[in-house]
């Protein structure tokens, strides 16, 4: 799928926008609108691909990657990594990066430690049973992008969850474009507890882990992000294994009270800029010299960013500096917009919170930087983009995990519930279900 | 999409394998393989459909629904039912019904009760404070399938859990085709809380749902099972809301010791393959003599079904009774096949459970029939189909709800982190975020 943006740029800087003015509603539903847009043309070569691995399994994933990462393979064992290589990215990194590495890794095991859903089950006054028994999948496939924009910090958001969970065997397949591969993207695999690595990518991943082959172990979710491709391949083989979300750009919503620097205020909206051209960063504050002093910071400091082509495009098509009139047209705006990310640069954000119902992760307080929950928090970074977190979650324990009912009735019991199923069975005309709840009524 | 499907039909009867036959594989994944398959021609009607309700809103859904429901109506009024209208269908149901649903729905109310996630947050050492917030949806959209395959009990299903998840607004879509309504589906929706009904089916209804027009609000999420169209534009407006898991005919996995009435079993079994002629009625033993038994069963009380036909064909087509060697092969068996329902018609069916990893719902003991699963023991009766209890969970107040990460560093916590964020961004060249994070070392 493409994706299509209704812009509406001011030439050379950030949108200003104030809740009173007439077009404000208009100009802000603009500036959000974000709509995935199926291509029929990469939808027909994603389904190609896919049929192909499915039909010669591991001779389709080494000419795909000999032909798209130009490789020159002949065998599976050459797209494969095994654990000794994966130990020795993470001994052979500068001490200061294996450290941090380790210390974000412990952290975020930490955090999704808190999140593991228990097994439950009660008894009824009959003796009945019911409850739900929590299990692992057995396998779960991550995707990591190669490349250049290549995340270890991805890898851990991706494989903690999945490890923590208890699934059996953890597949993680990262493309090798022209036989690049990344150090630390390996490290974080080790530390995450990855069990193998194939170097592939793109629509014959999805394929080989949805499907399996001949090497590849066919896997029951995949997760992580990736290029169109990857992203269409997931919708299609959507039902034959789980997938997460289908992300779209990233985005945060800061609201401030006037009392943060505006220096951080203004790399905070930058750190998410930075991301890609169609990233977006909103600032609401209802202290109108506050966006001004903010609109100042951005002004100085763009020019000394690394990244400032891509920032100054990202602010002038699609962020936004909006003066609001108080905390309850702010409290408005974060539930219109679930935003991913949501900071909260407030004196009293705890006073806040119950107000909120829409947003991935809620950073809360001057000090709480974004960045900090990119990397090393503890949360998942994994959020649901483009005001889906109106219905969806932050990546989690739970993602890698699934329930079973659990039903065991008394004699008692099956007699009395048999009464009731036999009515209702009969007003749906399913006599046979009737029948058989009728068959375990003791007379 | 429309569903292709092997078939190894015995004719005039079950299929009957045994684990030790040289072909058993092969007759076992034939038997299990489904497979929905997208048909262009009903995509891009589906795709017209849901651009009209977008384009045209009200207007479009009076059109559709007179043409395809072949009504005469004139307003969105005439499409609408209240509260008053839902109540007085439940009061006048004749006595045993009323209370046979109102006892089902109080119990699904009690199961789902005990499966609401709270939310939690715990303080480091530092002050910092990490957690997640729980909250509902704002509103969830119910589809009912409408005309002769109406069920209440499915209503109670979807409904409740959205319900006792808080969500704040719950609308259901119901088709009348020829202007037919069914007063238990009414009564049923009643009893679960459902705020508003709209009699709208089809791609309508759920572009409707998704998109909202002027009369019909636009929901986070859309639960509840339909015809192709209804699946196909489910799968289309996937993203643009939630969605629950695309359904596959309706199976039961048996697993009998021997010990139970055969006539029981192969009652259980018709109750499975009644739904329709995919369903799929497995029985698994290690006994022969009682599978001989059970067949015997099946022979005698087949001609007594009011849904004959439908059972021959379902069992013809789909279903088997299977002689395994023992309780290991058995549970291999149940692992493999990942059923949706699961009877465990064995004197000690505790003992199984910690070994089985993947079924959407287990009735268990000789006493509990599927089928007071299907009505009123408890458990949601929306479960896993195709072996997509691999990674997927019955229907639940978790569905309801989404959650946010929290996120409050102290100064000395973002400090800290600070240091670690900032070795991490650099090492990914994601220079504003290191700087976002900079400014909160303490010096």
Redesign the interface.
Known sequence: MTTTVSRTSTPGGISRLVTNQADFDTRLEALLAWE?VSDAEVKARVDAIIADVRARGDAALIDYSNRLDRLQVTSMAELTLDQARLEQAYQGLPA??RD??T??AERIRL?HE??K?ES?R?TEADG???G??V?P??RAGIYVPGGKAT???SVLMNAIPAHVAGVREIIMVVPTPDGMLNE?VLAAAYLAGVDHVFTLGGAQAVAALAYGTETVPRV??IVGPGNIYVATAKRAV??Q??ID??AGPSEILVISDGGT?P??LA??L??Q???DEDAQAILVSWDAAHLEAVQESIDRLLPT???EAI?RESLASRGALIQCRDRVEAIALINRIAPEH?ELSLSN??DW?PD??????????R??????????????HV??TSG???????L?V?DFQ??????????E???E?????S???R???????????E??IES
């Open positions: 995935g200061e990066q941090a590495l210390a974000a955090y808190r999140q859903p439950w009660y009945s049973v019911l739900q028994q299990a999948l057995d995340y270890p910090s630390l029951d979710k959507f039902g294994v789980g979300m289908i620097n220096d951080w790399m905070d930058f750190s800029a930075e991301h960013l690394e990244r920032v949501l954000p705890d919170l909120i119902r829409h947003a991935g992760a809620i950073f809360m307080g000090h709480t930087a974004e960045a900090l929950g990119d990397y090393c928090a503890g949360p998942n959020l649901p889906t977190a109106r219905f969806s979650s932050p989690g739970y699934k329930r079973s009912s659990i039903i065991h009735c008394s004699p019991g099956a007699s519930l048999g009464r009731v199923a009515i209702l069975a007003g749906e005309a399913l006599t046979a279900h009737a029948r058989s709840a068959y375990r």
